[in-house]
């Protein structure tokens, strides 16, 4: 009887965790495509390229069926990308927020420049130095600044 129920959970065990190894792959995909600021309606062709590539590795294995099928069922739609990166980033943004209350001193680094648009654009950057001396550097965020870039400009963008 211990086999048989055993048996039968591992039946609803394996397409969860199978579920949930395409769901970690998609992630990965996304934060790819968006750190190299790639379009996210790219992750449609890499899925094809996935399945493709599959086809021609997986020849002699024994579950090749059964990666591809893990590999069809990886979301790679533009909405899903789009979903992924922003759930990425209110990550990030936590976790920068959680080290910004952890540390006990903070420098900031700005650095103004103009885009693609013509549109001058502040990147603020922040090093953390936490009460064990470990520094941390990561970009904080970045400003429009929809007028004049002098400094008290630029200072007037930051308080706001």
Do not use: W
């Not at 579920?19 to 190299?36: C, D, F, G, P, V």
């Not at 997986?58 to 909405?79: C, G, M, P, W």
């Not at 648009?117 to 130095?129: E, P």
């Amino acid at each position: 009887m211990k086999r048989c129920l055993a048996g039968e959970q591992a039946m609803f065990t394996k397409p969860l965790e199978k579920s949930k190894a395409a769901t970690i792959a998609s992630y990965k995909i996304s934060h790819i495509l968006a750190k190299n600021k790639k379009p996210f309606y790219d992750g449609v062709m890499i899925k094809e390229c996935f399945l493709e590539a599959a086809e021609s590795l997986f020849v002699y294995f024994k579950n090749k069926a059964e990666i591809i099928s893990t590999i069809k069922d990886i979301q790679l739609s533009r909405q899903t990308v789009t979903r992924r990166v922003a759930t990425i980033n209110k990550n990030l943004e936590s976790q920068n927020m959680n080290d910004l209350r952890d540390c006990s001193y903070f420098l900031l680094q700005f650095d103004e420049y103009t885009d693609a648009t013509d549109v001058a654009q502040l990147c603020i950057f922040i090093r953390m130095i936490f009460p064990d001396m470990t520094v941390k550097e990561d970009f904080l965020t970045m400003i429009p600044l929809k007028e004049c870039t002098r400094g008290v400009d630029i200072y007037d963008s930051f308080l706001k």
